[in-house]
């Protein structure tokens, strides 16, 4: 037996998957799926096989032929869920696996009409990163195992499915609609996605279209209009981009994440729109990781910085070439706040601030921080000032063409570069990077005017005219900035002058409530309740529970206000805000 990813019970020396061929009904009723999965292999293959499942009901497996395969369902492990094992005849190049999901399905978050801005239309989508797509289908369910596939899912006529993939088309029988996609890039199963609603699109350039429900899609369409430009600016730093289209998907306000890189169709959180496109780094991102992760890909969660640092080091590389280095500069200060508090969070597990990490036993939801993302940024910007920027694009070129649809470690990445750039990972310490806890103080500190006029007023209530010209991420950068905790006399001053707390653009709100939640402001309480009982995305909810959870005098405010809010959570918020106030004893 030789398993090779901490987080699948996949097993190299057994048959591997190349294509899945998968037909699902989707019932907002019993809020499961009635689906078949056919496996077909890469070559023909027999003895036992090993796939991951979380939450299935298998009901039948067969071969090519329609001959039962034996199968037995091991009881669940907590974090990887349970291992199914098939006892494949000699020869069987494909086997069809019949089954359900639960209710519970990991990778499935089910919407009310209520909960939709639309209010009629029941709404579901997917999110299968790190390790939920075993809940949706039983797969090798490891990124090292790349699978083409096709899909039909068949939902009320009345919804709309999206897929990231190719639409092949669709046919209404009777009260259900059929619609079939395909997607003939071979993809990681945590890429496998769709969602199902009332939506509408809007085309923004001949390869791009926003979809979102039709009460949105027209600030989405505005919002995100500039995606053409970013998507050329990529090229020009990356090479062509591999997957034809790049359709966005504006989901609905539970959507746990920023952003998710679904290929040929990114979903990203409503919170992005601003009305000024303030927060359309985001979609730089996603759009990034058609490069670095999607095309470059990480073997297994342990080498995840692979995916989200070199995305960091691509995203702002693209908003300096749109925007200027002075922002920049401003984006990675900004990295920098936001990796020093992640290393504090992880004071007691200082093996989870190392690069490449070891998950044997973790559940990669609850080692999900911004260090592989920032930590992963400043060691690249680390290694591109050892070697000057020419050298540095020219091997991030060939690393990512010689790596294409293929899944790397670190040591391939470590290879990759020392045959390119000889010298170049010891003169950055490497293994300090890599195998160290925290940051190396060779860091570089991002440098730009913009940025010392911001520093300049650390902890200080600034006047109207300094702060004249200040996009949201100025504003987010001083607040972070302010010493804690905070007096109390300076978040009154701010938020008299600058009126924080009625704030929309959330990435500055969150930062502004945190600061002065801190400062035992409680006056924004009822403002911090209005935030997280209406968006679900974790990067609002974790500040915002911890310091109520963190505060004597909101503690049970906090455990009151997730009572009422859970139910509209995504599985793995409620799981994470659940921990936050267990860890709090709330
Ligand atoms: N791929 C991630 C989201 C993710 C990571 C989902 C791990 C599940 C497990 C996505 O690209 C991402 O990084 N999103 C960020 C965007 C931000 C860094 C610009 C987010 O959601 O905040
Ligand atoms: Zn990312």
Same mark, same amino acid.
């Given at each position: 037996?030789?398993?090779?990813?901490?987080?699948?019970?996949?097993?190299?020396?057994?048959?591997?998957?190349?294509?899945?061929?998968?037909?699902?009904?989707?019932?907002?009723?019993?809020?499961?799926?009635?689906?078949? @999965?056919? +496996? !077909?292999?890469?070559? &023909?293959? *027999?003895?036992?096989?090993?796939?991951? =499942?979380?939450?299935? $009901?298998? #009901? %039948?497996?067969?071969?090519?032929?329609?001959?039962?395969v034996?199968?037995?369902?091991?009881?669940?492990?907590?974090?990887?869920? @349970?291992? +199914? !094992?098939?006892?494949? &005849?000699? *020869?069987?190049?494909?086997?069809?696996? =019949?089954?359900?999901? $639960?209710? #519970? %399905?990991?990778?499935?978050?089910?919407?009310?009409?209520?909960?939709?801005?639309?209010?009629?239309?029941?709404?579901?989508?997917?999110?299968?990163?790190?390790?939920?797509?075993?809940?949706?289908?039983?797969?090798?369910?490891?990124p090292?195992?790349?699978?083409?596939? %096709?899909?039909?899912?068949?939902?009320?006529r009345?919804?709309?499915?999206?897929?990231?993939?190719?639409?092949?088309?669709?046919?209404?029988?009777?009260?259900?609609?059929?619609?079939a996609?395909?997607?003939?890039?071979?993809?990681?199963?945590?890429?496998?996605?769709? %969602?199902?609603?009332?939506?509408?699109?809007?085309?923004?350039?001949?390869?791009?279209?926003?979809?979102?429900?039709?009460?949105?899609?027209?600030?989405?369409?505005?919002?995100?209009?500039?995606?053409?430009?970013?998507?050329?600016?990529?090229?020009?730093?990356?090479?062509?981009y591999?997957?034809?289209?790049?359709?966005?998907?504006?989901?609905?306000?539970?959507?746990?994440?920023?952003?998710?890189?679904?290929?040929?169709?990114?979903?990203?959180?409503?919170?992005?729109?601003?009305?000024?496109r303030?927060?359309?780094?985001?979609?730089?991102?996603?759009?990034?990781?058609?490069?670095?992760?999607?095309?470059?890909?990480?073997?297994?969660?342990?080498?995840?910085?692979?995916?989200?640092?070199?995305?960091?080091?691509?995203?702002?590389?693209?908003?300096?070439?749109?925007?200027?280095?002075?922002?920049?500069?401003?984006?990675?200060?900004?990295?920098?706040?936001?990796?020093?508090?992640?290393?504090?969070?992880?004071?007691?597990?200082?093996?989870?601030?190392?690069?490449?990490?070891?998950l044997?036993?973790?559940?990669?939801?609850?080692?999900?921080?911004?260090?592989?993302?920032?930590?992963?940024y400043?060691?690249?910007?680390?290694?591109?000032?050892?070697?000057?920027r020419?050298?540095?694009?020219?091997?991030?070129?060939?690393?990512?063409?010689?790596?294409?649809?293929?899944?790397?470690?670190t040591?391939?990445?470590?290879?990759?570069?020392?045959?390119?750039?000889?010298?170049?990972l010891?003169?950055?310490?490497?293994?300090?990077?890599?195998?160290?806890?925290?940051?190396?103080?060779?860091?570089?500190?991002?440098?730009?005017?913009?940025?010392?006029?911001?520093?300049?007023?650390?902890?200080?209530?600034?006047?109207?005219?300094?702060?004249?010209?200040?996009?949201?991420?100025?504003?987010q950068?001083?607040?972070?900035?302010?010493?804690?905790?905070?007096?109390?006399?300076?978040?009154?001053?701010?938020?008299?002058?600058?009126?924080?707390?009625?704030?929309?653009?959330?990435?500055?709100?969150?930062?502004?409530?945190?600061?002065?939640?801190?400062?035992?402001?409680?006056?924004?309480?009822?403002?911090?309740?209005?935030?997280?009982?209406?968006?679900?995305?974790?990067?609002?909810?974790?500040?915002?529970?911890?310091?109520?959870?963190?505060?004597?005098?909101?503690?049970?405010?906090?455990?009151?206000?997730?009572?009422?809010?859970?139910?509209?959570?995504?599985?793995?918020?409620?799981?994470?805000?659940?921990?936050?106030?267990?860890?709090a004893?709330?």
């Open positions: 037996m030789a398993r090779c990813d901490p987080h699948s019970y996949a097993d190299d020396a057994q048959a591997q998957t190349a294509h899945l061929d998968w037909a699902a009904t989707v019932d907002f009723p019993t809020q499961t799926l009635a689906a078949t @999965a056919t +496996l !077909t292999f890469r070559a &023909p293959a *027999g003895g036992a096989l090993d796939l991951d =499942t979380r939450d299935l $009901a298998i #009901t %039948a497996a067969v071969d090519q032929d329609g001959r039962p034996p199968f037995a369902l091991a009881a669940p492990d907590p974090i990887l869920g @349970a291992r +199914l !094992t098939l006892t494949l &005849p000699d *020869g069987t190049r494909a086997v069809t696996l =019949t089954y359900h999901t $639960a209710p #519970t %399905a990991s990778a499935l978050q089910w919407l009310a009409p209520a909960q939709t801005a639309g209010g009629v239309h029941p709404y579901l989508f997917s999110q299968c990163q790190a390790i939920h797509a075993r809940s949706l289908v039983p797969l090798q369910d490891t090292r195992l790349r699978i083409t596939y %096709a899909a039909t899912l068949t939902v009320p009345a919804l709309t499915v999206v897929m990231a993939a190719a639409h092949r088309g669709r046919e209404v029988v009777g009260d259900r609609a059929v619609e996609w395909h997607m003939p890039q071979p993809i990681p199963p945590y890429l496998l996605a769709f %969602a199902v609603g009332d939506l509408a699109s809007r085309d923004l350039s001949p390869r791009c279209r926003v979809w979102a429900e039709p009460s949105v899609v027209e600030a989405a369409a505005w919002e995100f209009a500039e995606v053409e430009q970013m998507i050329t600016a990529a090229e020009a730093l990356f090479g062509p591999d997957w034809e289209r790049f359709d966005l998907l504006t989901m609905p306000p539970s959507f746990p994440y920023g952003g998710m890189e679904n290929p040929r169709l990114t979903f990203l959180t409503p919170t992005l729109i601003t009305g000024d303030a927060l359309v780094s985001v979609v730089a991102h996603e759009l990034a990781h058609s490069w670095t992760g999607n095309l470059v890909t990480n073997a297994t969660a342990e080498h995840f910085w692979l995916n989200e640092g070199f995305t960091m080091y691509a995203e702002r590389r693209i908003v300096e070439a749109l925007e200027g280095p002075a922002v920049a500069s401003l984006h990675a200060a900004l990295g920098r706040r936001e990796l020093d508090e992640s290393i504090a969070r992880f004071a007691a597990r200082p093996e989870l601030t190392h690069l490449r990490t070891k044997d036993g973790v559940d990669p939801d609850d080692a999900y921080s911004l260090v592989p993302y920032e930590k992963g400043f060691f690249l910007c680390a290694i591109e000032a050892a070697v000057g020419p050298a540095f694009e020219a091997w991030l070129k060939r690393y990512l063409a010689d790596f294409r649809f293929g899944a790397i470690t040591d391939d990445f470590c290879a990759h570069l020392e045959a390119a750039l000889p010298g170049a010891a003169a950055v310490d490497a293994p300090a990077w890599l195998d160290g806890a925290g940051i190396p103080a060779s860091a570089q500190a991002p440098r730009s005017e913009r940025l010392d006029a911001v520093l300049a007023l650390t902890g200080v209530a600034p006047t109207a005219a300094q702060v004249a010209g200040w996009t949201a991420t100025e504003w950068l001083y607040l972070e900035l302010v010493p804690r905790p905070a007096s109390p006399a300076l978040c009154r001053e701010l938020d008299a002058r600058f009126a924080l707390t009625a704030g929309t653009n959330h990435d500055v709100l969150v930062s502004w409530l945190t600061l002065a939640l801190g400062a035992g402001e409680l006056g924004v309480v009822d403002r911090v309740e209005q935030v997280v009982t209406t968006v679900g995305r974790m990067k609002y909810l974790r500040p915002l529970y911890t310091a109520l959870a963190k505060e004597p005098r909101t503690r049970d405010r906090a455990r009151a206000v997730f009572a009422r809010a859970s139910a509209s959570y995504h599985p793995i918020a409620r799981q994470m805000v659940e921990g936050i106030l267990r860890d004893g709330a």
